[in-house]
């Protein structure tokens, strides 16, 4: 098993453990007891391991981008190399080509959205962390809702108020008749929908593969420990989770993808009129 899912096992085997048989996972990880609790301005606050995983995640691809930079060289070296070639994708490959000729100004933004996004989801595969941060509902929610503020603003500002709105509500080429019941429609997609499938999407994809993996994890712990011939299909779980490692590894990097790139295509739609 890879070390991920070595240590995954180690962490949750006596949630999965026990005389009365294999337990499957459930949702009290994503809810763990706070390390520090305080108020402030009269709203409670509470700092829980996911928070700290955060922090770390934040942390690190910070020192590494600020590390890839501090010595920047013509001919770059290994650490250099990566950063760059991640933020050429975003700049070249969203900012130019999803946005258009004023995505420019908008790299450094979906750069750091990326990287971030990259990071927290990373660390559901990492030793002894073992859960994304981004599989709380609370924290896609509020990269969405950043989101949805800055396309808006930036639709109003390049548009005016009443021609965005108005092209929000009206589609260009919608017979008079159909608006009744496109414009409510329109409205609700662009308001509400797409913050939220935006936040739903990275968060569901992230929870699910946490649950996978604490399955198949723990049920090589059960087969290896419950001492009966049920040791004899341990492999086979074992081989599961190794898979569903590399899955998820696959959908770390897919997911941070796919929320920078609707992110830079809304901005398309802000920054040029609908026709």
């Known amino acids: 098993m890879t070390s991920s899912a070595l240590a995954l096992a180690d962490v949750l085997a006596a949630e999965g453990g026990g005389d009365s048989g294999f337990q499957s996972p459930s949702i009290e990880e994503f809810y763990p007891e706070p390390l520090v609790s305080f108020s402030l301005l009269g709203i409670d606050f509470d700092i829980t391991r996911i928070t700290v995983i955060m922090?770390?995640?934040?942390?690190?691809?910070?020192?590494?981008?600020?590390?890839?930079?501090?010595?920047?060289?013509?001919?770059?070296?290994?650490?250099?190399?990566?950063?760059?070639?991640?933020?050429?994708l975003i700049r070249d490959g969203m900012a130019r080509d999803v946005i258009g000729p004023k995505g420019l100004p908008f790299a450094p933004f979906l750069a750091s959205l990326f990287f971030f996004i990259l990071a927290n989801n990373f660390m559901s595969i990492?030793?002894?962390f073992q859960i994304s941060p981004n599989s709380k509902f609370a924290i896609p929610l509020v990269l969405a809702v950043i989101v949805w503020v800055l396309y808006n603003w930036v639709g109003i500002r390049e548009q005016g108020a009443g021609r965005y709105f108005k092209d929000a509500a009206?589609?260009?080429?919608?017979?008079?008749?159909?608006?009744?019941?496109?414009t409510p429609i329109e409205l609700l997609q662009v308001f509400v929908i797409r913050p939220f499938t935006?936040?739903?999407?990275?968060?569901?994809?992230?929870f699910a593969g946490h649950?996978?993996?604490?399955?198949?994890?723990?049920?090589?712990?059960?087969?290896?420990?419950?001492?009966?011939?049920?040791?004899?299909?341990?492999?086979?779980?074992?081989?599961?989770?190794?898979?569903?490692t590399f899955f998820e590894l696959l959908v770390i990097v897919l997911q941070a993808y796919v929320f920078t790139v609707l992110t830079a295509t809304y901005l398309n739609g802000a920054v040029e009129p609908a026709h």
Do not use: H
Not at 60 to 88: D, F, H, N, W
Not at 171 to 181: E, M, S
């Open 55 to 88: 922090w770390i995640a934040t942390a690190a691809i910070v020192i590494l981008l600020v590390m890839a930079a501090r010595k920047a060289t013509v001919v770059p070296g290994k650490l250099q190399y990566i950063a760059e070639s991640g933020y050429s």
């Open 126 to 128: 990492v030793p002894f």
């Open 170 to 182: 009206i589609p260009p080429g919608v017979p008079i008749g159909a608006l009744i019941l496109v």
């Open 198 to 206: 935006l936040a739903v999407r990275l968060f569901a994809n992230m």
């Open 211 to 244: 649950m996978l993996l604490v399955v198949f994890a723990l049920g090589t712990t059960y087969l290896l420990t419950v001492g009966n011939f049920s040791v004899i299909f341990s492999p086979f779980a074992f081989l599961m989770a190794l898979v569903m």
